[in-house]
């Protein structure tokens, strides 16, 4: 009997790791052009930190390009709509990125990375006072998108964005 046991739970935890595994790949397919978007734009942020713009710029076009396809895909993810909204406003179509962001802000009021880099648009556009609704949003996460947000309002940090 107990071998049986045994083998059965044996058996079984084969069972649930093949069902984990598969499970995981078919969410990466569907997920793979946001990751790969992703990683694009933590890449791109790099190359402007050192100053080579035009090697940012080519990242987010691709990286634009890839979280497109990932919104047809899968809309109104609030995270996909974040980084839509990011690289489209680096990609200095202001107008756009602010739609982008303020559909993802509909599906998730709170995302911080929205309220961060929205505020970031805001000032970058002369609308301080709506920066400021953003920083408030913020206000209460504890996080380091408030601290940044806020010394972008305050001109102590400046915004390339």
Known sequence: ???????????????????SFSAGT????????????YNLIKSAKKYEKKGKTKKAQKK???A???LLKSNKEKPLQADTLNYLGFTTRKLNNYKKGEEFYLQGLKIDPSH???????????VVTNRVQLAKERL???RSCGCDEFKKLKQII??????KY
């Open 1 to 19: 009997m107990k071998k049986f046991i045994y083998i059965l739970i044996f058996t079984l935890s084969l069972c649930l790791t093949n069902n």
């Open 112 to 122: 911080i990375g929205i309220n961060e880099y929205l505020g970031e648009l805001y």
């Open 154 to 159: 305050d001109g102590t940090k400046t915004s």
């Open 64 to 66: 634009q390009k890839l």
């Open 60 to 62: 987010y076009i691709k």
């Open 26 to 37: 078919s969410n990466t397919s569907s997920d793979s052009g946001y990751t790969k978007a």
């Open 136 to 138: 408030e949003v913020l």
